[in-house]
C-alpha cells in the first residue's frame, strides 16, 4: 500500500500547497487507486504523478466544503477523455450527487462510464473480501466524515516444504492449497490448506480524517490504526481560533494519535499561514507528543511495508 498526497493546503491554494486530495495505491492489493477528496485543480497534480485516471476505482468525500470538492467535475471530465469505462463510486455526504451532476448538466458534459453515488451515513460504507471501510461524523462546522479502511487478514503463506513432504506435488494443487483449499491427491490421501500454510497475516488500517476539531469520533476512528492521517490548519498558538473554525492544531492531531494508540500520523490541511520555515517547528511540537509524525508536502509519497511507514525523499 502507498499514499501519495496531491494537495495538503486548507482552504485556498498557495504556492507551496495546492487544496486537499490524497490517493491511496492499492495497486499491488486490487490494481487500483482510491482518492479521499478532490480540491480544485487535483486533475493537474496527478500530471506530476504516475497515478492513472482509469485507475481511479472510488472516491471519498469528506465533506462539501469547496476546496475539498471543487477539482470534482475536471477530474471526472479527464478521466473520460483518457478513456476511462470502468463504474467509478463516488461516497461523499448528501448533496454531493446533485451538485456534480447539476455541473455536468450545465456544462453538457459526457462521461463514457457511469458513477455510482453512496450517500454517506454512519458507519460501514464499503465492504467486500479485501476491505470494509467505516465512515464516522466528525466536528467541523458543516457535516463533515472521517474514513477507516481497514484490510481483511491476508492469507498466510503457503509452507512449500511441509507441503512436499506430504506428498503434494509441484504445481495447481499448491496453488489451491495456498488459497485455503482442502485437496485430496492422487493415493486418496487428504491434505489441509491449514497444516500447509502459515497463519493468516493481519492487514493494514489507515484512517483519513476531514477537517475536524479535537473529538472523542476522531479518536474512535483512528484506534489502533498503522496510520492516521490527520488535519493540522493551526498550531498551538492559534488554538483559540481552531475550535471556533472546526479544525485541529498540529497538538491535536497528535493527541489523537496518542489517545487511539495508532502507529503513525501524517499531518495534512497545512494553512498557509505557515510558511516552509515554520514547518519544522509544526512537526517538532507534533513529536513531542507523538514521536512518529510525519508532516506531508503536496507530491510526498509513503509506503506500508513490513510494518513501518516509510516516506520517499
Known amino acids: ?30 490494481g487500483t487507486v482510491w482518492l479521499f477528496d478532490c480540491g480544485e485543480a487535483t486533475q493537474h497534480q496527478i500530471l506530476h504523478t504516475t497515478i492513472r485516471p482509469r485507475k481511479v476505482e472510488k472516491i471519498f468525500i469528506t465533506h ?6 471543487f477539482g470534482l467535475p475536471g477530474f471526472l471530465s479527464s478521466r473520460s477523455f483518457l478513456g476511462g469505462e470502468d463504474i467509478l463510486t463516488i461516497y461523499g455526504p448528501k448533496g454531493l450527487k446533485e451538485w456534480v451532476t ?18 454517506v451515513q454512519e458507519g460501514v460504507v464499503f465492504e467486500d473480501e479485501q476491505f470494509i471501510v467505516n ?22 503463506e503457503l509452507l512449500i516444504e511441509k507441503a512436499k513432504e506430504l506428498g503434494v506435488p509441484k504445481g495447481p494443487l499448491l496453488g489451491k492449497l495456498k488459497n485455503g483449499e482442502d485437496i485430496t491427491l492422487e493415493d486418496g490421501r487428504t491434505v489441509y ?28 476512528l483512528s484506534e489502533n490504526a498503522n496510520i492516521v492521517v490527520h488535519e493540522a490548519t493551526f498550531d ?3 488554538e483559540h481560533l481552531a475550535a471556533s473554525y472546526g479544525h485541529s492544531t498540529n497538538v491535536e492531531a497528535a493527541r489523537v494519535a496518542k489517545e487511539a494508540n495508532a502507529g503513525f500520523l ?22 513531542e507528543i ?24
Open 266 to 287: 501524517i499531518l495534512n490541511h497545512i494553512s498557509s499561514r505557515f510558511l516552509p520555515h515554520d514547518l519544522e517547528d509544526l512537526l517538532l511540537e507534533a513529536k
Open 135 to 156: 465512515a464516522q461524523l466528525l466536528e467541523h462546522v458543516i457535516p463533515c466524515y472521517g474514513y477507516r479502511v481497514e484490510q481483511k487478514p491476508l492469507q498466510g
Open 64 to 69: 462539501l466544503h469547496g476546496d475539498h470538492i
Open 193 to 220: 490448506s491449514r497444516d500447509v500454510t502459515a497463519p493468516p497475516k493481519k492487514g493494514f488500517t489507515i484512517t483519513v480524517l476531514g477537517d475536524t476539531k479535537y473529538c472523542d469520533s476522531a479518536i474512535k
Open 1 to 30: 500500500m502507498q499514499l501519495q498526497f496531491l494537495g495538503t493546503g486548507a482552504g485556498m491554494p498557495s504556492k507551496e500547497r495546492n487544496t486537499s486530495a490524497l490517493a491511496l495505491k492499492l495497486l499491488e492489493e486490487r
Open 236 to 238: 498551538h498558538k492559534t
Open 290 to 313: 507523538f514521536p512518529n509524525s510525519f508532516i506531508a508536502h503536496d507530491f510526498s509519497h509513503f509506503e506500508w511495508k513490513n510494518s513501518e511507514l516509510l516516506e520517499d525523499k
Open 102 to 119: 447539476s455541473s455536468f448538466n450545465v456544462s453538457k458534459t459526457h462521461l463514457t462510464y457511469p458513477i455510482e453515488y453512496v450517500e
